[in-house]
Structures are given as C-alpha cells and as structure tokens.
C-alpha cells in the first residue's frame, strides 16, 4: 500500500537517513525502535513530506514517483491520506477538543460542519474523551491530549497513521492510556507506523519490528524474532541495554 | 500660587473639542498600520529576499530618530513637495492628513516588531500539524497560527496604542488642533499655563486609562484558551491602587 525506497536525507552535511526502505501493507502496525539519533523521527518525517527528502521512491495512492519530482499536488495527496500523531501532541492551542478534529475535516475535506461534529465526537468517543470535548488543548493532561492527537488523526480517515513517539513525552502514569487508545487501534485493524521506545508495544502490538541505527534499518522482522533472536549484533546490543533499565 | 479653576473649566470645555481629533489620529494610525505590519513582519520572518532588507532599513529608520524630528521633517517637506505637484492649494490641505502619515509610519515601524516577536512565539508544531490535517500553509496560517499570536501580541499593542495616544499630543507642532494644542493655545491667551497644562493631563490620563481597560476586556476575551484555571489575575480597576489584584486559584 505504501512503499518507499532508497530514501535519502541529509542534515547540513551528516547523512541522517541513507537509503531506507519500507514497505507498509493495509493492517499492518510496524514498529520502529533504535537509539535516539538514529534517524527514526526523521525517516517518518520524510516519509510525510514533513521534511524534503533529498533522494528515494514513493509508491502511495496513486503516487508512484521520486520524492524529488513530487508536485504540490501530490504532496497535498499524501498529506490527505496520512495521519500523524506528534510527539508533543501539537494540538491547535486556540481550539476545543472537539474543534480540533472538525479542523481539517471543514477546511480541508470541506466536510459539512454539522457532520463534521458527528464524525468528531464519533473519533472522541473512540478514546473516551467525549466528555472532554469543550477543553482547551491546556485545560487537558498531557495523556489526554495525546489522545484527542489520535482522534485528529483517525477522523480523517487516513489510509496509514504515522506515530512519532507518542508517549514520549508524557509523565510515566499517562502513558497507559494513550497505549491502551493505540492498542485499540491496532486491533481494529488501522494500519499504523510507530516509531516508539516502549518495547512492550512493540513486542505485544506490533507485527513487525524495524530496528534503526545510523541511518540504516539494521534488521527488521516479526517481534518475537527480533526481541528473541536477533540476528545483528546492533540490535542484540540495543535490547540489553534497554531492557536493562525497564 | 493658587489654581484658577474656573479658568480650567472653560479649558476643560473648550480642549474636549480636541478629544475626537486625538482619537482620530490614533485610530487612524492603528487601523492602517495593523496589516501593514503584519506584512513586514512575515516579511522578515521568512527572510523575503530584497524586502527583508527593506523593512529593515524602514523599521531602525523610523525607531532611530525622535518623532519630533520626523514632524518637523514631513512638515516641512511635503507641503513644499506638494506645491510644486499641485500648485497653491498644498497649503490648504488639512494639516490632520500629516499627523496621521507620521503616526502611521511610526505605528508601523513598532507593530512589525510587535508581530515579528508574537508570530515567534507560536511552535512551529502547529504549522506542521495544520499541514498533516490537509489544510494550506495559507489556510493554516490564517486560522491557527494568526489568531494565537495576536492574543500573545495584546499587550505590547497596548503599549503601542498608549504610545501613540501620548505622542499624538505632538501633532500640535502641526497645527493640528488636538486637546494639546487648544489647551496651549487657550494659555497662551490667559497666560494661564499651569491650569492648561493640568486638564492636558487628565484628558490624557482619562483616555489613555479608558483604552488600557479595552485592551484588559479583549485579552481577557480571546485568551480564554490559554487559561487552565478559571481566573489567573484580575484589572487594577484603579490605577493607583497600591494593593494587588488577588490571584484567585480555582480548579475547573
């Protein structure tokens, strides 16, 4: 469904991402781990036309083109028909909860206001803020917005959602209930990329895992597989060290 | 010393006419110099090529010379400048017309750093989340990122506004007939200086208090997404009220 390849991105001179490729299928939930500097946030980024690549594929409703030779149209495309949850949630400060999520369905789908509503308060409902839904993005917790975050992103309906460390940033008790909402999700059968440091999700929620180092995907494979038998040294490493501090 | 207070009664009566002049060339100023200086300052954020310098040039031009300087300047500049373009009738233009360019230019010279500073001020995560719900830059812009930095950028309109009050008094250089120059005027004919003087003062405190309560209700109004609790702090309703206004700390 979406596939990249040979991605390429470089940071005033360091190569931060060189040459990934991914291939995403409807219903998948990949997780990518790795230590911090190794590229992940950056290859979602790009992978979103968030940052210009500057080399690669993409293969993606309809696109099927160099990243480089994309038109505003079809960036717009891919923008349309992604979700993305930041890791400090971005919520639009000047809207309610529920304003949040008719945002881009009015302005963006031109979806009626009035259905819009309907669809919002449906995506609330999914992760239990229905009651929350006249809040201010400060007049929430940081759990709970991450939550309306995902609720932004399912409303529209996207074909994958894209999670960059969504818990990340919260306070240790809050990170349950963004899990359990993402959880949810997964087994409903959204088709979702996590870039995450929680290996409980990666190991328990996702299907695949791709371990990240450099630049580079190092290994990737089903969670069992990589969490048991790695077979890089890298990954083996990472995981000790990781699992060290849980 | 004693004060002539029937003396400044008539002041009062006769200077209220300059009232409506003062806030003229205040609303003036503010109404032409707002989305000029929004322009200037995306211009500045986003490093337009030849223009940033510009606005640049035209922003330390202005705040690096005394506005009393830029009267004198554009008063005796453009009538002259006038002349020759229209002929005698330069010197029947209401000389109003050159307060509201000099304050103008002002306004605009201190509101692009006011946006500059304010359009800083929100994360660029809301630009970026904009985008990632299918909306425009443009669209994003003007919705969500506008919007919050106009509420950061309240008070120090405020500041400007109370400056711009003030400095009007200026325009009397002029000749325009604001409360400055009827109460100095009407001095001059009592030779009643002082007690001129003093209702200048009050007129100006009165007006100046009136749009510092406005600028209070409106951020008072639109920041009411910034406020976790129900009510942070309040209005010193009298300005020389020594005890502060209680934080009142309420849960929602």
């Not at chain 2, 910034?226 to 934080?247: E, H």
């Amino acid at each position: 469904m979406l596939t990249i390849e040979g991605l390429k991105k470089s940071y005033a001179g360091n190569d931060i991402l060189k040459g990934i490729s991914i291939d995403v299928n409807k219903g998948d939930v990949i997780s990518i781990i790795g230590p911090s500097g190794s590229g992940k946030t950056t290859l979602l980024r790009t992978m979103t036309t968030l940052e210009e690549a500057d080399g690669g594929h993409i293969t993606f409703s309809g696109i099927d083109k160099d990243f480089e030779k994309l038109t505003g149209k079809e960036v717009n495309t891919i923008r349309r028909n992604v979700g993305f949850v930041f890791q400090n949630y971005n919520l639009f400060n000047n809207k309610t909860a529920l304003q949040n999520i008719t945002e881009g369905l009015i302005v963006a789908r031109k979806v009626k206001k009035s259905e819009a509503e309907k669809i919002a308060l449906k995506a609330l409902e999914r992760v239990g803020l229905t009651d929350r839904k006249n809040h201010y993005p400060s007049q929430l917790s940081g759990g709970q917005q991450q939550r309306v975050g995902i609720a932004r992103a399912i409303a529209l309906n996207p074909e994958v959602i894209f999670f960059d460390e969504p818990t990340s940033a919260l306070d240790p008790e809050l990170v349950g209930e963004v899990l359990k909402v993402m959880q949810d999700l997964a087994s409903s059968g959204t088709t979702m990329v996590v870039v995450t440091h929680q290996m409980s999700f990666a190991r328990d929620v996702s299907n695949r895992v791709i371990f990240m180092a450099d630049g580079h995907i190092v290994e990737q494979g089903a969670p069992k597989a990589i969490f048991e038998k790695p077979s890089e040294q890298r990954t083996k490493k990472f995981l000790t060290d990781i699992l060290a501090n849980v | 010393m004693s004060l002539n207070t029937d003396f400044m009664v008539k002041v009062a009566q006769t200077a209220i006419q300059g009232v409506p002049v003062t806030l003229q060339i205040v609303l003036v100023a503010l109404v032409i110099s707002f989305p000029i200086g929004i322009l200037f300052a995306l211009i500045r954020i986003y490093r337009v090529k030849v223009l940033q310098r510009v606005v640049q040039f035209y922003v330390s031009l202005v705040r690096g010379t005394p506005i009393i300087a830029q009267i004198l300047i554009v008063y005796s500049a453009l009538p002259s400048l006038l002349n020759m373009i229209i002929g005698r009738a330069a010197f029947a233009i209401n000389p109003i017309y050159y307060a509201y360019i000099v304050f103008t230019l002002n306004a605009i010279a201190t509101l692009t750093e006011v946006f500059r500073s304010a359009l800083q001020t929100v994360d660029k995560g809301q630009m970026e989340a904009g985008l990632m719900v299918g909306m425009q830059p443009r669209q994003t812009f003007w919705r969500i990122i506008l919007p919050q930095a106009l509420i950061s950028a309240l008070p120090n309109i405020a500041n400007t506004t109370l400056y711009l009050i003030k400095n009007s008094s200026l325009a009397f250089i002029m000749s325009v007939k604001d409360i400055t120059a009827i109460a100095k005027t009407e001095a001059a004919f009592n030779y009643n200086f002082l007690e001129a003087y003093l209702v200048v003062w009050v007129y100006y405190l009165i007006i100046c208090y009136a749009a510092e309560v406005v600028f209070y209700l409106l951020e008072r109004y639109f920041s009411k997404y910034r406020r976790p609790i129900k009510k942070t702090s309040g209005f010193n309703w009298l300005p020389f009220r020594i005890k502060q206004p209680k934080l009142e700390r309420k849960q929602s």
